[in-house]
């Protein structure tokens, strides 16, 4: 299992890493580009969209991994399409209600995020890549067959795509309006492909057509099971959006769009750290998934050593973030360097959270998720919390020290649900 996890690990996180360079130096070419203001504008419009997209994101990949893993493993292909019929009807279902609520919205989100009227037309307008991002199931698909290669490239694509149409605009001192259309457009695009991807893999593996002998059955007669684990992954989903969008349009709110912009940056760089841990958990899960079913005790080790591993090396990244967070910050434009405390901030976060990662992963596979979505509550009540107060009192720095609060606290958390499993696994 640790050979074929370290494979799958270092196929993902070239594709994350390319995807985050990429990232990183379109995110610097737009806010180069534009006032810090406008910047902050594009950055608002397209964290809103996401919010009410990941409010309606059920993941449903986690379940195609979860009970499709053992499906495919025992050539039960009928059981295996019914499932995937499943996801795809929640897929389609969720991303066309959240479209028309994104839209419906804009209006709404204008009063707390000082947008006017033509911000508010372009917000719903860029409403519509929701429809692209439909694809939970294709997604699950290349897990279960182990395709990470594939998720690797598909991680890429988005993010190349960003930067070469935005180095574009850039290059043609374009507006901020070509800038929301270069941004959706290639956000759109790299979504199209994971569909495209994953649908050709699985008619490499399965001949019968998907949708041949669907019935209604198929989604009403679920057992309770898999809508249990759907419901509790949907509550963790929007847990980890909180964080992630939701404290952008916070921080647009309480400091204006230029801190949204400010904080926005210091996010993106940050996910240097933050990629590999959801390329971690993501890769150790079916794995562990595996390992839990056949009982072969990798259960036992696997999540914990990684997670000291993980953890220090994240340690180190945050190091030299306070060496050089300026410098790096001072290329994009002066009016950014204030952002650096908070890089520094956030990466610690994110540190913990690289490290929480293999345990997170672990926890799933036994089947506690809503342990883990508890855990995740806890800590964000507790981010909110220091969010509100810290902002108030220390300004933008305050988001980055409620974020490594709040990953501590998880980390802890789990670590201790995950160490009292694995005991009373082996007694």
């Excluded at 992954?233 to 400091?255: F, R």
């Amino acid at each position: 299992m640790r050979k074929r996890v370290l494979r799958n690990f270092g196929v993902v996180i070239r594709g994350r890493a390319l995807a985050g360079v990429f990232s990183v130096a379109a995110t610097g070419l737009m806010a180069n580009a534009l006032p810090a203001a406008e910047f902050g504008l594009v950055v608002l419009i397209h964290t809103y969209v996401m919010v009410i997209r990941g409010a309606l994101n059920f993941r449903t990949f986690e379940a195609v991994v979860r009970f499709g893993i053992p499906l495919n493993d025992s050539s039960d292909t009928d059981g295996f399409r019914s499932l995937l019929r499943s996801t795809m009807l929640v897929d389609y279902s969720a991303g066309t209600l959240a479209m028309l609520v994104s839209m419906a919205g804009a209006s709404l989100a204008a009063l707390f995020l000082q947008w006017d009227s033509e911000t508010v037309y372009w917000a719903m307008g860029y409403s519509l890549v929701i429809l692209a991002t439909a694809n939970g199931t294709p997604n699950g698909i290349l897990r279960v067959y182990d395709r990470f290669d594939a998720l690797g490239i598909q991680y890429a694509v988005a993010p190349f795509l960003r930067f070469v149409s935005v180095g574009i605009a850039w290059w043609m001192e374009a507006p901020m309006e070509v800038f929301i259309l270069a941004w959706g457009s290639a956000f759109a695009l790299g979504h199209f492909y994971m569909s495209i991807r994953g649908f050709v893999e699985l008619r490499k593996h399965v001949k019968t057509r998907l949708w041949t002998g669907f019935r209604w059955q198929d989604l009403t007669g679920r057992e309770s099971d898999f809508w249990k684990f759907v419901g509790v992954v949907y509550w963790q989903t929007n847990i980890d959006l909180l964080p992630k969008h939701v404290s952008v349009l916070l921080a647009g709110g309480l400091l204006g769009p230029a801190a949204a912009g400010l904080f926005r940056l210091a996010r993106e760089i940050s996910t240097i750290l933050a990629q590999p841990a959801l390329v971690l958990r993501e890769v150790l899960f079916p794995d562990l998934t595996r390992s839990f079913h056949a009982d072969d005790g990798g259960l036992h080790s696997v999540p914990f050593r990684t997670a000291v591993v993980a953890g220090v090396a994240g340690l180190l990244i945050v190091a030299l973030s306070i060496v050089f967070g300026e410098p790096i910050l001072a290329v994009v434009g002066a009016e950014y360097v204030p952002a650096a405390p908070l890089l520094s901030l956030l990466l610690l976060a994110a540190s913990f959270d690289l490290a929480n990662a293999s345990l997170r992963a672990a926890a799933y596979a036994m089947g506690r998720a809503a342990a883990v979505l508890k855990i995740h509550v806890v800590g964000i009540a507790a981010y909110f919390a220091a969010f509100f107060l810290l902002t108030a009192m220390l300004g933008l720095a305050g988001p980055g020290l409620a974020a490594v609060l709040a990953s501590l606290l998880s980390l802890g958390l789990t670590a201790k649900l995950v160490s009292g499993l694995t005991a009373q696994r082996s007694s």
